[in-house]
């Protein structure tokens, strides 16, 4: 697909999901769910380019691909969520968006803010940590310079009955960070 794209759903009601599909040009939701990538069956998955994501009327965007690691280098801005269901998405743009960003839905996935770079965040809005029961899941600040974050973290660790699975926050890399939020 190229020039701009506007996925127009009432909330929570439509549903697009990218499998093959290299956007070129500005995204919009205006409602409803854009996933990125399909199941972890056959784990394919589409693009977004580099333009940016504009999102409103609570839009969810969803990325739930197989590869070793996805990045998402488009500046995410809105009134949206972010969901990460499985495997390593690295966030390079700076992002504003104000609704949650939740990690780990689907299974072992780790969302990374930056790539030792000096750019990459996760919005504005609560982050939600959850392992799944067979799998652990992080959220790592990998930032070359300095980051403030105003965001609350939510930690939720579960258990298979056997196996406690981990919820993790890590700060990594050379760069400095600073939690404001209590």
Known sequence: LSNAVTFNSAASIGNLTLTTNNFVGNISLNGGTLTLGSDVVSGTSGSLGRSPIAMSNQATLVVNVLETFRVLPNSITGDGSLYVYQNNLYLTGNNTYSGITYVGVGGAAVLNLGA??????????DITISSATNADSQVRVHRADW?????????????????????DFVKEGIGNLTLTAY
Do not use: E, H, Y
């Open 116 to 125: 030792d770079s000096f750019s990459g965040s996760a919005g504005t809005g």
């Open 147 to 167: 980051l403030t974050m105003g965001n609350n973290i939510i930690l939720q660790p579960s258990t298979d009955g056997v196996t406690a699975r981990n919820a």
